[in-house]
């Protein structure tokens, strides 16, 4: 089974930043378009990120220019690098295969002064 491990997360001040790490196992990575997603308290779950097998990428307005989706197949990981963190960027995130319904544990970010 595909299973996926989220972390990085942490406390940090607005304008500080965040590596956020998935790693991946079960599945070939390479081969999957992968996403990261944020839930902020009450709230849905909305792709934030995403990064196809040929690494295109893709980002939400909120996050475009301050976040940086990457992939390292051989190391079977996804990462999020958040800069300029705001306070409403304060969620937990969540790496996912895109399309996959089941979910892991996140990781939470929260941004506060």
């Known amino acids: 089974q595909v299973q996926l491990v989220e972390s990085g997360g942490g406390l940090v001040q607005p304008g500080g930043s965040l590596r956020l790490s998935c790693v991946t196992s079960?599945?070939?990575?390479?081969?999957?378009?992968m996403g990261w997603y944020l839930q902020a308290a009450g709230k849905q779950r909305d792709l934030v990120a995403r990064?196809?097998?040929?690494?295109?990428?893709i980002y939400s307005d909120s996050v475009k220019g301050r976040f940086t989706i990457s992939r390292d197949n051989a190391k079977n990981t996804v990462y999020l690098q958040m800069n300029s963190l705001k306070v409403e960027d304060t969620a937990v995130y969540y790496c996912?295969?895109?399309?996959?319904?089941?979910w892991g544990q996140g990781t939470q970010v929260t941004v506060s002064s």
């Open positions: 996912n295969v895109v399309g996959r319904t089941k």
């Open positions: 079960g599945t070939i990575l390479r081969f999957y378009a």
């Open positions: 990064i196809n097998s040929d690494c295109n990428t």
